[in-house]
């Protein structure tokens, strides 16, 4: 990934791993069939074993791969965008002055009128 101002540059790469999916499904067979019959540890072990070897094996019969390149431009403008709403909410939220007059005035005017009221 490459971020900047005027793009997105993303490169994701996909290996085709068909080849070794046979390979993959006869390990699983024996280590099911072998499962009953180790104990945790040896079955670990075959497990660990295994792993090694398809990790080893797959340098020498590199699958081709498949990359697929996006390039997203201006997404500067969304981040701007996002900024704006969320500037424009913030002045929504904020009290108007004439608001805040008009509540100290409505409280002073209710105390006054208890006062006189009392009195």
């Known amino acids: 990934m490459d971020a900047g101002a005027l793009r ?3 490169i994701a790469v996909s290996p085709d791993t068909t080849k070794l999916t046979s390979i993959v499904r006869e ?7 072998a499962q009953g019959q180790l104990s945790p ?30 390039v997203s431009p201006l997404v500067l403008w969304i981040w701007v965008g996002g900024l704006l709403v969320a500037g424009g909410g913030l002045i929504c939220l904020w009290p108007a002055p004439d608001m ?3 509540r100290a005035t409505a409280g002073y005017a209710a105390r006054v009128a208890q006062d006189l009221g009392r009195a």
């Open 100 to 102: 805040a007059r008009r």
């Open 41 to 70: 540890q040896d079955y670990g072990a075959a497990v660990g074993t295994i792993v090694r070897a398809l990790v080893d094996r797959y340098p020498q019969t590199a699958p081709p791969a498949t990359f697929r390149v996006l």
């Open 27 to 33: 390990g699983d067979a024996r280590l099911r069939a």
């Open 8 to 10: 997105d540059l993303w």
